[in-house]
């Protein structure tokens, strides 16, 4: 299992302010080794700026980054997207789609949609990992705030 630290908001803004920036990253965290094509196993390769595609040179395979994760298909940019996810993730409580939409210019239909997606990843990645040993618990609350209800 990986753990990240916490990054701060300017660190934040600081790696990730455009959609080359965030395509890199999820260029490293798909194929880590380098591009290795999905469908012939080759590693030569070259990149169509225009429609930000990787295509194999052996087999002509044409491979994206965010092909089959969250982000497959998406107008938005990743940019957005990214900056969606840093702020689910940096205040406990979370934010509200509402938030969302406005802090990042999205109508509310697609700061939805959006949410909905990444907390649907979420969900996935958590429901792989059992929970072991002591678990520690903040700020949780049972029953009702008055008696017998």
Same mark, same amino acid.
């Given at each position: 299992?990986?753990? %990240?630290?916490?990054?701060?908001?300017?660190?934040?803004?600081?790696?990730? %302010?455009?959609?080359?920036?965030?395509?890199?990253?999820?260029?490293?965290?798909?194929?880590?080794?380098?591009?290795?094509?999905? @469908?012939?196993?080759? =590693?030569?390769?070259?990149? @169509?700026?225009?429609?930000? +595609?990787?295509?194999?040179?052996?087999? =002509?395979?044409?491979?994206?980054?965010? !092909?089959?994760?969250?982000?497959?298909?998406?107008?938005?940019?990743?940019?957005?997207w990214f900056?969606?996810?840093? +702020?689910?993730?940096?205040?406990?409580?979370?934010?509200?789609?509402?938030?969302?939409?406005?802090?990042l210019e999205?109508?509310?239909?697609?700061?939805?949609?959006?949410? @909905? =997606?990444?907390?649907?990843?979420? !969900?996935?990645?958590?429901?792989?990992?059992?929970?072991?040993?002591?678990?520690?618990?903040?700020?949780?609350?049972?029953? !009702?705030?008055?008696?017998?209800?």
């Amino acid at each position: 299992m990986v753990v %990240y630290e916490a990054i701060t908001f300017f660190e934040f803004q600081k790696k990730y %302010y455009s959609d080359e920036l965030c395509r890199n990253k999820l260029f490293k965290m798909r194929w880590s080794d380098g591009f290795i094509c999905p @469908h012939c196993g080759n =590693k030569t390769y070259s990149f @169509h700026s225009t429609r930000n +595609l990787y295509q194999c040179k052996k087999c =002509k395979y044409q491979a994206s980054v965010t !092909s089959g994760t969250i982000f497959h298909k998406t107008r938005v940019s990743l940019v957005k997207w990214f900056w969606i996810i840093y +702020l689910l993730n940096s205040d406990k409580r979370g934010i509200s789609i509402l938030e969302v939409s406005k802090k990042l210019e999205l109508r509310y239909a697609t700061a939805w949609t959006m949410m @909905h =997606k990444i907390r649907e990843g979420m !969900s996935d990645r958590d429901s792989k990992y059992d929970l072991l040993g002591v678990l520690d618990m903040n700020e949780t609350f049972i029953g !009702s705030s008055s008696e017998g209800k």
